[in-house]
């Protein structure tokens, strides 16, 4: 379906009623703020230095609300395709209740507000990073590879890898070894947790025409590169310990998460047919929610220790 | 005159006042962001002069 037609169809199909507060909240993605809010606090609390509690604050609050007008941009460009997808289908451009003109100039208005906050409040490198992150989810994952190549979650994942750095880059005003390891982490992470999820939604990725992976090359193909890029997780995920920025706890809990990890995805690459094969993908999918969380959480908690005995 | 006509204008009524509406909110939520920012700024300047703000000698 081309996209022209999904647009008269939202057009015809759906009147535009009065948007409300929490319409214009949804638009900025909150479930994928609230990760990067998460990520961005361990880049700032693994940062060796200090920021005023203050301007950690509005660090925080800039790359919150960057990631949340990155969101409004994505669903202002996708609002075709997020119309013909179950899973998107509830947004509230799709659903009528915030136009397209709308959700593009709140996009902007924040995206700019955000990084001109960060810059001038706290510093400008972070401030950079922060409009380098909004840019590369705007307009190299969303409106470049998105629709045109199986590789867009691959590359288009440094986006959602970048919150971390820029948390490190307003305390410690630079980039460092550290903090691109943490950067590492997620953009190894993104290719295994989005296509576990694409394997049991494949055709509703099929039916919007986004060149997902087990669209365009199939299942097989899929489950041999959540093999590899699982086994590069969680080798990436071991680097905080070489480099001293994960302790004791990290470690074993990388490495037994980490395992874990492995023997999903092994799964995944096993069971290939019938409910079951769905089934072990989703649990690879939501296990990859809770690894990430895990990880940055035993590293926020030993640096936070850390400075409490200091 | 209609009874289609009489419809459709206080459909237009109804739809005038709702974009009234919607302005007027839109731009309370304006007014607050603005103001939100202001003390933002002015709190974050304060902090990044430090506490020897007011001590200057005369």
Do not use: C
Request: hydrophobic share 55%; charged share 15%; aromatic share 10%.
């Amino acid at each position: 379906m081309s996209g022209m037609q999904v647009n008269s169809r939202i057009e015809a199909g759906t009147p535009v009623f009065e948007s409300s507060l929490s319409d214009f909240f949804q638009l900025m993605k909150p479930r994928v703020m609230s990760l990067v809010i998460f990520t961005a606090l361990v880049g700032m609390v693994a940062a060796p230095g200090s920021l005023h509690p203050v301007l950690a604050v509005i660090a925080l609050l800039s790359i919150a609300v960057g990631a949340g007008a990155s969101g409004a941009l994505n669903m202002w460009f996708e609002a075709d395709i997020d119309a013909v997808m179950q899973r998107t289908a509830a947004r509230p451009i799709p659903r009528g209740r915030i136009t397209e003109d709308e959700a593009l100039s709140f996009g902007v208005v924040l995206a700019v507000g955000s990084v001109l906050t960060l810059g001038v409040l706290v510093n400008w490198v972070a401030g950079a990073l922060l409009a380098l992150t909004i840019g590369f989810y705007v307009f190299i994952y969303t409106m470049w590879l998105k629709r045109r190549t199986p590789q867009n979650i691959v590359i288009g994942g440094a986006a959602g890898a970048f919150p971390p750095m820029v948390g490190w880059a307003a305390v410690t005003g630079g980039v460092s070894i550290e903090s691109i390891v943490l950067f590492l982490i997620i953009f190894m992470w993104t290719p295994p947790h989005f296509w576990a999820l694409a394997l049991y939604r494949s055709r509703d990725y099929e039916r919007a025409g986004i060149p997902m992976l087990p669209v365009v090359a199939g299942d097989a193909e899929t489950r041999k590169q959540i093999i590899i890029y699982s086994v590069l997780l969680v080798a990436t995920a071991s680097a905080p310990v070489f480099i001293g920025l994960g302790g004791v706890t990290y470690a074993v809990v990388s490495t037994v998460l980490g395992a874990v990890f492995l023997w999903l995805a092994l799964r995944v690459w096993r069971v290939r047919d019938g409910r079951d094969s769905d089934r072990v993908a989703k649990q690879l999918f939501l296990f990859s929610i809770l690894y990430l969380f895990a990880l940055f959480a035993v590293l926020l908690g030993e640096h936070a220790l850390a400075a409490w005995i200091a | 005159m209609a009874v289609g006509d009489v419809m459709t204008g206080d459909n237009n009524e109804t739809q005038d006042e709702r974009d009234r509406l919607k302005q007027r909110s839109r731009s309370i939520a304006i007014a607050l962001a603005l103001l939100f920012l202001v003390v933002l700024f002015y709190v974050a300047t304060i902090v990044r002069l430090g506490p020897d703000v007011l001590n200057r000698p005369m």
